[in-house]
């Protein structure tokens, strides 16, 4: 099992920044790539970002790129957001999920086993 805790959310003004965390314990040795979703109210949950464990090649979707970065500490076990140029349409709860494959797609959430609690993130306008 891999456990993940997510912290760093918060309410920002339209234009600012804030930095997500996703630390991971247990037996993170299996986990291959890590992956950033959100999901607001009324919506599906949306993919955001991946990072594979080795490696780190990293992927986005198209609503937040050139804005997010998705980088990782693995001496720390510990994933991170770092998200530029915010807007009132990225207002979600933010998730940090693992999976133990590689060619886990962030359009695909259902194929990532282990899932945080979530974090709160409020843009407002």
């Known amino acids: 099992q891999v456990q993940l805790v997510e912290s760093g959310g918060g309410s920002v003004q339209a234009g600012g920044s804030l930095r997500l965390s996703c630390a991971a314990s247990g037996n993170t040795a299996r986990t291959r790539a890590m992956a950033w979703f959100r999901q607001a109210p009324g919506k599906e949950r949306e993919g955001v970002a991946r990072?594979?464990?080795?490696?780190?090649?990293?992927t986005y979707a198209d609503s937040v790129k050139g804005r997010f970065t998705i980088s990782q500490d693995n001496a720390k076990n510990t994933v991170y957001l770092q998200m530029n140029s915010l807007k009132p349409e990225d207002t979600a709860v933010y998730y940090c999920?693992?999976?133990?494959?590689?060619?886990?797609?962030?359009?695909?959430?259902?194929?990532?086993?282990?899932w945080g609690q979530g974090t709160q993130v409020t843009v407002s306008s």
């Open positions: 990072i594979n464990t080795i490696g780190s090649a990293t």
């Open positions: 999920a693992a999976g133990t494959r590689w060619d886990l797609d962030i359009r695909r959430p259902h194929e990532f086993a282990y």
